[in-house]
């Protein structure tokens, strides 16, 4: 059993399978990866705790946020070796002051800066799309759906911060989109641990598939021989 499914109750696992939820979504021609917020807005500086990292950002995961970034990371190149599309969201500050309007949660513009930078770790080439958004999910207001058809991608994986709200969102949407969803768990984080099992334990029984690292790796199509990697 996953780490995550630990606090869900077996009885409730049971009814959900026994209802027909909880089925694996299939790989499709093209997959697309979706990094979802992954700044120091929803990080918090690396070596802080949960309370310093809340303090300079109140949308800050703190401590998990570290232990997902280099897993995030192995994610990233994964789709870097085979030549696929990857894009970043982060909130759109340009067009709409950062005022915490993906939730109702509320930062401060001084926060702004570096609330929308990318940590080295999971920092976008060149050439890849940094999205700006400025609500929950990637799809509302944005030309995602447009770029994704253009890339004739029908498979999305999510990572990113945070569960429970942007990452979730944007599942949903995915799938309500028609597009095959899946879902890294040890590649997401939240600020609360429930939240965190109780949304992918959503997400599995609606709206994608919950894989690991290992799980999705398997699933995903063999490195093109032309495929060069970025400098």
């Not at 702004?112 to 609500?135: C, I, Q, S, Y």
């Not at 890339?151 to 429970?164: E, I, K, N, R, Y």
């Amino acid at each position: 059993m996953k780490e995550w499914m630990k606090t869900i109750p077996e009885s409730e696992l049971a009814t959900y399978k026994s209802a027909g939820f909880m089925t694996d979504m299939k790989v499709g021609r093209r997959v697309g990866l979706i990094v979802v917020d992954v700044t120091y807005g929803f990080t918090g500086r690396k070596g802080q705790t949960l309370a310093e990292s809340i303090e300079e950002f109140r949308s800050a995961c703190g401590p998990v946020s570290w232990e997902a970034v280099p897993r995030i990371a192995k994610l990233i190149e994964m789709f870097r070796e085979r030549g696929l599309p990857i894009v970043f969201t982060r909130s759109d500050t340009a067009n709409v002051p950062y005022t915490g309007k993906a939730t109702k949660s509320k930062g401060t513009k001084a926060q702004a800066a570096l609330h929308n930078d990318f940590p080295d770790e999971v920092m976008p080439r060149e050439g890849e799309w940094v999205l700006g958004k400025t609500r929950a999910s990637a799809f509302f207001q944005t030309p995602l759906m447009a770029y994704l058809v253009q890339q004739g991608v029908d498979t999305l994986v999510f990572c990113g911060v945070s569960t429970s709200g942007c990452v979730r969102a944007s599942v949903v949407d995915g799938f309500s989109n028609g597009f095959s969803t899946f879902v890294v768990d040890e590649c997401c984080f939240d600020r609360s641990e429930f939240a965190h099992a109780a949304n992918l334990f959503d997400m599995d029984a609606k709206y994608a598939s919950v894989v690991s690292l290992d799980e999705i790796a398997k699933l995903m199509p063999a490195v093109r021989k032309d495929s060069v990697k970025a400098a």
